[in-house]
T-cell receptor, first 109, second 113 residues
């Protein structure tokens, strides 16, 4: 079967750095996405990795290792507005997205 | 309209009733999707459409049907609602760019009693 694993919840301090991990087992791989979802709102696109390595976009970076079936999202200089759920999704061989359950990130002052 | 709209925002429905959730996008995206999101579970694909006139089944299609008469609209119908269909429903569409990232509507919160 297909499976995406992420921690359920993480807590971090404002101004700090946090890393959210995602491991996956899917039938085929055609890219990995990270989305942010604030409570009661729709998911919004954060990043996309299809090749191994680090993709940096401002305070957010995403890393991929295809051989390990592993990705992480790195958030720097945390702000209170970063309190949200972070969803990892893998595009499989049918070009459909398989979603993890999401990691709820709580930022404390 | 800017992006994707969904209607209604929320609905309480008696079991056995028929219900259609509406979804409209103005981005001219070819692909559209319906997901349900339940606490502790990831988004699960119900149905999708790669282009107008075609539809496909996702992971959890039972009890739901869709149609795609044109590019902009992708309604989801519950023929006879059951309590297990209580969920938040998101419609999404895909860009045609390199990422093909999905853009989501604001969601419909459906409660079936």
């Amino acid at each position: 079967g297909q499976n995406i694993d992420q921690p359920t919840e993480m807590t971090a301090t404002e101004g700090a750095i946090v890393q959210i991990n995602c491991t996956y087992q899917t039938s085929g791989f055609n890219g990995l996405f990270w989305y942010q979802q604030h409570a009661g709102e729709a998911p919004t696109f954060l990043s996309y990795n299809v090749l191994d390595g680090l993709e940096e976009k401002g305070r957010f970076s995403s890393f991929l290792s295809r051989s390990k079936g592993y990705s992480y999202l790195l958030l720097k200089e945390l702000q209170m507005k970063d309190s949200a759920s972070y969803l990892c999704a893998v595009r499989d061989s049918n070009y459909q997205l398989i979603w993890g359950a999401g990691t709820k990130l709580i930022i404390k002052p | 309209i800017a992006g994707i709209t969904q209607a209604p925002t929320s609905q309480i429905l008696a079991a056995g009733r028929r219900m259609t959730l509406r979804c409209t996008q103005d981005m001219r995206h070819n692909a559209m999707y319906w997901y349900r999101q339940d606490l502790g579970l990831g988004l699960r694909l119900i149905h999708y459409s790669n282009t107008a006139g075609t539809t496909g089944k996702g992971e959890v299609p039972d009890g739901y049907s869709v149609s795609r008469a044109n590019t902009d609209d992708f309604p989801l119908t519950l023929a006879s609602a059951v309590p297990s269909q209580t969920s938040v429903y998101f419609c999404a569409s895909s860009s045609d760019g390199d990422y093909n990232e999905q853009f989501f509507g604001p969601g419909t919160r459906l409660t079936v009693l």
